[in-house]
């Protein structure tokens, strides 16, 4: 089992940044890929951005050049830097990672991001 805490969402004008962060229960060496998701009211939940085992990263479109994922071994803890917020941006966002053991995908809790225009 593991388990991922989000952290780091809040309320932030247009134009401003927030960095999220999601710790897990286990360590990186178990986890193969990680990654954020968001979801908006009335809306599918849709991806952010995903980082590999070997660092390898993958964006929306929406984010490409604004949003930056990485992961720190150390403190089993996968980012996701956002610059340059749009209202367009408010949503949940969770994180989730692929455990090598078992292939299970697991969820966080979720942390609120909102955009004022």
């Known amino acids: 089992q593991v388990q991922l805490v989000e952290s780091g969402g809040g309320l932030v004008q247009a134009g401003g940044s927030l960095r999220l962060s999601c710790v897990a229960s286990?360590?990186?060496?178990?986890?193969?890929?990680m990654g954020w998701y968001r979801q908006a009211p009335g809306k599918p939940r849709e991806l952010v951005a995903t980082?590999?085992?070997?660092?390898?990263?993958n964006y929306a479109d929406s984010v490409k050049g604004r949003f930056t994922i990485s992961r720190d071994h150390a403190k089993n803890t996968v980012y996701l830097q956002m610059n340059s917020l749009k209202s367009e941006d408010t949503a949940v966002y969770y994180c989730?990672?692929?455990?090598?053991?078992?292939?299970?995908?697991?969820w966080g809790q979720g942390t609120q991001v909102t955009v004022s225009s």
């Open positions: 989730n990672a692929d455990e090598y053991a078992t292939s299970r995908r697991y």
């Open positions: 286990i360590g990186f060496f178990s986890i193969n890929a």
């Open positions: 980082i590999t085992s070997g660092s390898s990263t």
